[in-house]
Structures are given as structure tokens and as C-alpha cells.
């Protein structure tokens, strides 16, 4: 199987079949393998793709994709497929993209989370972390409401229960519709509001909430600033889940990969670091130009989107007590130096004529919204969704709470999700994001070699190694803070009959800037500011053959800007 639509959702069967699919159809570009085992012995794929004619892709230097980090954003899934679709497919007919793959290595890791997201996509749950079990759920003293099932419909929506001191009422305009109670409101029918579900342990009273059925889900598992409070993702210890450590692990043994996104729902957002500092962390670490590259960059994705670019600390986070510890955003950057960007794919009420999701005030839910913008949003879902993305308010007996009504949005296809027809028209967005950013990369090259005869047998070779990419070789100040960044090499190999006279054989070149170091706004940038080109290096030899013809080899080694060879003969 390795034709793909981009109109349904694929679960985990058909993801596999796909990227096999599509190394058997593309063997001299894409090639797939596991990096390791979920909980559930699910396998987690990753699809490399590169030319590989020009050269193994862990010589190249190398941009990751991934998505479904969460279990119900499923989307994230196909924006990963989709951008491996095209590479692919166009390889050989855009020029941008052959080109690419030419110089350039993808690692495309398109299901982060099999075991959560086949939850999600095969039952009614919505809410499913990792997939992993929680001991605390599973304890006999657990007590609380819990999502269920209750009318059979395949889906977990509301419950809604006649009590004057509930906080809520229909609408005049639309019956389905909740809006607020006013402070001053008496004398009509109010409802108290619930998950659909079960109560462990209830006795009557006081509905609590139980402890979430399952934990995991991975981006609040990563060290970077890790803490146990975070609402169920956070792990036993950073690191915990089998599929955070395999992709760490991963990463440690492909030093070429030098750029990273993720894909996430939903919000319609470009998102940088940090998820847990303020911005006032980048001027404190005197890091000012890694934030300027970052949102130069970011600019791409959000004209592409036309969604703005923000850090989730900024702008994301309400109760700043409670800032996402532990994500890979924050971890890839601050512990590796890495570029690394999050999407949030999906917005649901910009589709439905709001402004975006900055300018509405950083507002997720229909719960913040008010009377006429839930009828707005209701009358968008019934014109896309046909009806099937809201369940009629209908009698139902509870077991344990009597006579309750059950409805609501559905909201794994209208909130969380597209619905499946609008979901190519949401990765076209923003799916070739990854792959424009992957050409900013440092990409070094022997843009000159020369070999020059100055008498008795005796050559001058001189090479020019430079930097034809956007970002420098070390990628971000961040990187050379923490001693990670590695110095451009090169070397001579001498051929048959050929001596070394002068030069070293071995030459570290230190770090070539890139044209991010000369942007607009950056503090270093000043047109007339008479700034050394740092972009090259020129390195010379002496060489003698002793017969002809001779030969030498001169080749350049970046980690992060791949490598380079020139031969050159001696007539």
C-alpha cells in the first residue's frame, strides 16, 4: 500500500503498510526502520529519505518531522505523511525538491504515539495520554467521575443535569446551545454540566473527578526542566516512556540532524521556545541571537499559515505557575543547541470566521465563548459536519445520577481534528513547512580547489570550504554555550608518489557562519560594520609528486553541515 489519501485518517495498520509501501516503490530514496517498541509492542517507524546516489543520509545533514506526539491529535499523523508524500513524489519533477535531497537527509517519524492514538481512533475515548495504564485510576480507594460510553454512540460528549444551582442554560436561539448564567440570574431551568461517564466509588454528593484511565503522551517526559505535576504526561522519571527514549536515543546516534518539527492540534499556531521560561530567559543567557533567528524563521511558517508565531510560556500559558516543564521543544534547544519548531495544525473557530487564535485572546474552548459565538461555531458545525459533529441533547437514566441528558460536540472531528473532508486543505497549510526549513540549513562545501605547478615537481594546492547555508555550522549560540558545536575539518589525502611539504594534513576551520548571522535586527548586523566574511576558509598545501600524473584528495567533514570531497590531479 503506498497510495495515500489525505481525506481520511490512517490507523496504525495502514501507516505501516503506507511507509512500507513506499520504500519498496522508492528504494533509491526512502528507507524504513524502528527505532523501538511502544508498551505495546507496537513498532515505532521511522522513514528516512534522501538521494541516496549522492550519499548516505547520515553524511547529510539531516532535518526530523514527527506528529501524534498526543494521542488524539491525529492530524499530526497525515501533516507528516503528507510532507513525505511529496518529497517523494516530486523528487525528480520540482527542482527545489530534487535539489533538496540532493544535499539533504529527512527522518520522518509521522506516529509518535501508536499505542494512544489506536485508542483514539478505534474507541470512543478522547482523553488517552499515552495509553499506558494509571495505578492511581486502577486503585480500589479511586473515587470520581470517569469518561464513558453511556448512550452507545461511539462517542464521549456531556451530561447535563437540572439543578437550580447549576451554571448553566440553554440558549433562546439555539436549545443546543449552553450559554452562562448571569450572576443575578434566578427563575429558570440551570444545569450542572459533566463529562459523559461513570463515578467510581460514589456515594451521592459531590461529583469529583477520578484520576485519568491512562498517562503518557510524552511532551512533558523530556528532562528539559522535568517536574512530576504535570497532569498525568509527565512520567515516572524523565526519559520514562519507551517512545521518548527511543527518539532520544536516536538522536544521539544521527549527529547529522541539525533541525526539528513537531506536529501537533490544535490552535492554528507556529510555536518556539520556550514552553516553560519567559522570553526574558534569551537575554539573560545573552541568547538574543538565537531568538532572532528563531522568529526569522518562524515567519516562513506563518506566512505560509497565516497563523502567528509565539512561545507557549508568552502566550499559551495563563497560570504561569503551571508552564509545561519538561517539553521537547524547550529540551532539543536548551540541552543540544537544536533548532526546533512545534505546529499546532487545526482551528477549528478561525474556520469558522473568528480571528486567529492570538488576536481572540489565547481562548481554546466553547466554554470562553459567549452566547453568539457558540451559536457561530453550532451553525458552522452543522454546515460542515452535516449534523454528525454535534449529538442532540437525549434522555438517558444514569445509574448512579438518575435522569440526566447526554450530548454535545463531538469534538474529536470538529475541535480537536478537522472533519476528514477539510483535512487536506488544513496539512496544505502548513505541510511543507519542515521541508522549507530543512533548506535552511548549514550545508558546507569545497566551492574551490586548485592545484597550482611552481617548479621542481612542486604543487600549491589551495582550497576554499565554505558555508552555503542559511544557518551557521554550529546552528545556534545556544550550541556553542554548551560546548556541543564541532569545528568544519579537512583534510588532504595524498595519492600514489605524493608528499606532504608543507600544510597540515589535518585542519580544523572552527565554525562557518551562515547568512543567519547577518540578519536585519540581528545586534551583530551593520551594513558598513567592515565584519570579516566568516562564511569561508581558505587552507593551503605544498605537495611534491614524484612521478606524474599525481593526485590528492581533499575532503571537508561538518556534523552538521555534511561533507564534501574534490579530487584534484597534478599534470
Given at each position: 500500500m503506498s497510495e495515500i489519501s489525505f481525506d481520511q485518517y490512517h490507523d496504525f495498520?495502514?501507516?505501516?503498510?503506507?511507509?512500507?509501501?513506499?520504500?519498496?516503490?522508492?528504494?533509491?530514496?526512502?528507507?524504513?526502520?524502528?527505532?523501538?517498541?511502544?508498551?505495546?509492542?507496537?513498532?515505532?517507524w521511522v522513514l528516512t529519505i534522501t538521494n541516496k546516489e549522492t550519499g548516505p543520509a547520515d553524511e547529510k545533514p539531516g532535518f526530523w518531522i514527527d506528529g501524534n506526539t498526543h494521542a488524539g491529535e491525529i492530524t499530526g499523523t497525515e501533516a507528516c505523511l503528507k510532507a513525505a508524500w511529496h518529497l517523494l513524489t516530486q523528487h525528480g519533477e520540482d527542482p527545489f525538491i530534487t535539489e533538496l535531497l540532493k544535499e539533504k537527509a529527512f527522518y520522518v517519524m509521522p506516529r509518535v504515539n501508536p499505542d494512544g492514538s489506536e485508542i483514539y481512533l478505534t474507541q470512543p475515548y478522547s482523553r488517552v495520554g499515552g495509553g499506558i495504564s494509571n495505578p492511581d485510576f486502577e486503585d480500589e480507594f479511586a473515587e470520581g467521575l470517569y469518561p464513558e460510553d453511556l448512550n452507545g454512540d461511539g462517542y464521549i460528549t456531556m451530561m447535563r443535569i437540572q439543578d437550580p444551582n447549576g451554571d448553566w442554560k440553554a440558549s433562546e436561539k439555539d436549545k443546543r446551545v449552553l450559554v452562562k448564567r448571569k450572576p443575578e440570574e434566578t427563575g429558570g431551568v440551570y444545569y450542572k454540566v459533566y463529562r459523559e461517564g461513570m463515578i467510581k466509588n460514589y456515594t451521592g454528593g459531590e461529583v469529583k473527578m477520578a484520576p485519568s484511565r491512562w498517562i503518557g503522551g510524552s511532551n512533558r517526559n523530556y528532562p528539559a526542566g522535568w517536574s512530576p505535576i504535570q497532569s498525568g504526561q509527565a512520567g515516572l522519571y524523565p526519559l520514562f516512556e519507551p517512545e521518548v527514549r527511543a527518539m532520544a536515543d536516536f538522536f544521539w546516534e544521527h549527529k547529522n540532524i541539525g533541525g526539528l518539527l513537531t506536529y501537533h492540534t490544535y490552535s492554528g499556531i507556529v510555536m518556539r521556545p520556550y514552553a516553560l521560561w519567559s522570553d526574558k530567559h534569551w537575554e539573560e543567557k545573552g541568547l538574543e541571537k538565537d531568538l532572532a533567528v528563531y522568529n526569522s524563521l518562524g515567519e516562513i511558517g506563518a506566512e505560509m499559515s497565516g497563523w502567528p508565531i509565539l512561545s507557549p510560556y508568552e502566550e499559551m500559558t495563563l497560570n504561569k505557575k503551571g508552564a509545561r516543564a519538561g517539553c521537547s521543544m524547550d529540551w532539543w534547544y536548551d540541552h543540544f543547541g537544536l533548532l526546533m519548531y512545534g505546529i499546532e495544525i487545526w482551528?477549528?473557530?478561525?474556520?469558522?470566521?473568528?480571528?486567529?487564535?492570538?488576536?481572540?485572546?489565547?481562548?481554546?474552548?466553547?466554554?470562553?465563548?459567549?452566547?453568539?459565538?457558540?451559536?457561530?461555531?453550532?451553525?458552522?458545525?452543522?454546515?460542515e459536519t452535516g449534523g454528525e459533529g454535534f449529538a442532540d441533547w437525549t434522555p438517558h437514566e444514569h445509574p448512579q445520577l438518575g435522569a440526566v441528558e447526554?450530548?454535545?460536540?463531538?469534538?474529536?472531528?470538529?475541535?480537536?481534528?478537522?472533519?476528514?473532508?477539510?483535512?487536506?486543505?488544513?496539512?496544505?497549510?502548513?505541510?511543507?513547512?519542515?521541508?522549507?526549513?530543512?533548506?535552511?540549513?548549514?550545508?558546507?562545501?569545497?566551492?574551490?580547489?586548485?592545484?597550482?605547478a611552481i617548479g621542481e615537481g612542486l604543487y600549491k594546492i589551495k582550497a576554499e570550504v565554505s558555508n552555503l547555508g542559511f544557518l551557521a555550522t554550529n546552528l545556534t549560540e545556544q550550541r556553542k554555550k554548551i560546548k556541543l558545536d564541532k569545528p568544519v575539518r579537512v583534510k588532504i589525502e595524498l595519492g600514489d608518489g605524493v608528499e606532504l611539504i608543507g600544510g597540515k594534513e589535518r585542519s580544523s576551520l572552527g565554525n562557518l557562519?551562515?547568512?543567519?548571522?547577518?540578519?536585519?535586527?540581528?545586534?551583530?548586523y551593520s551594513v558598513s560594520s567592515g565584519r570579516a566574511e566568516g562564511s569561508k576558509r581558505t587552507v593551503e598545501w605544498t605537495v611534491k609528486a614524484k612521478k606524474a600524473p599525481g593526485k590528492v584528495v581533499i575532503s571537508s567533514y561538518s556534523l552538521k553541515g555534511g561533507r564534501d570531497r574534490k579530487e584534484l590531479e597534478l599534470a
Open positions: 495498520h495502514e501507516v505501516t503498510e503506507i511507509l512500507k509501501g513506499w520504500a519498496i516503490n522508492y528504494p533509491d530514496l526512502a528507507t524504513m526502520i524502528t527505532i523501538g517498541k511502544t508498551p505495546k509492542g507496537n513498532d515505532l482551528d477549528m473557530p478561525t474556520r469558522a470566521g473568528f480571528k486567529d487564535f492570538h488576536e481572540r485572546g489565547m481562548r481554546f474552548v466553547m466554554g470562553d465563548l459567549s452566547e453568539e459565538e457558540s451559536l457561530k461555531l453550532m451553525a458552522w458545525i452543522d454546515k447526554i450530548g454535545g460536540m463531538r469534538t474529536k472531528y470538529t475541535m480537536q481534528n478537522p472533519p476528514p473532508h477539510l483535512l487536506d486543505s488544513a496539512l496544505d497549510k502548513i505541510f511543507m513547512f519542515p521541508i522549507r526549513l530543512a533548506a535552511m540549513l548549514p550545508q558546507v562545501k569545497i566551492t574551490k580547489a586548485e592545484a597550482t557562519e551562515g547568512r543567519s548571522d547577518r540578519l536585519p535586527g540581528h545586534p551583530s
